[in-house]
């Protein structure tokens, strides 16, 4: 079965930094692209960041310069290190594979920045 875990959302204020975590379990992690995707309130969900198996990196461009994706397989866990965030980084973020089909979704972790 699979799982995917999301942790590491907080409350921040503007130009601030956060830094979730993924931990996947149920999956060969390492052959799977993953991403990083949030939904904010009204709004449809969007991909933020990808990185293949190989370790290569697509960003919105909205937070491109902003935001790193990385992975760590020995863990079975992707990172998304967000820096100078912004009140429209305000959402719920999620991990998932970084193309369809995907696995079932996690309960997400929440980020809110203050302006």
């Known amino acids: 079965q699979v799982q995917l875990v999301e942790s590491g959302g907080g409350l921040v204020q503007a130009g601030g930094s956060l830094r979730l975590s993924c931990a996947a379990s149920?999956?060969?992690?390492?052959?799977?692209?993953m991403g990083w995707y949030r939904q904010a309130p009204g709004k449809q969900r969007e991909m933020v960041a990808s990185?293949?198996?190989?370790?290569?990196?697509d960003y919105a461009s909205s937070v491109k310069g902003r935001f790193t994706i990385s992975r760590d397989n020995a863990k079975n866990t992707v990172y998304l290190q967000m820096n100078s965030l912004k009140p429209e980084d305000t959402a719920f973020y999620y991990c998932?594979?970084?193309?369809?089909?995907?696995?079932?979704w996690g309960q997400g972790t929440q980020v809110t920045v203050s302006s």
């Open positions: 149920g999956i060969t992690f390492r052959t799977y692209t």
């Open positions: 990185i293949t198996t190989g370790g290569n990196t």
């Open positions: 998932n594979r970084g193309v369809r089909p995907y696995f079932a």
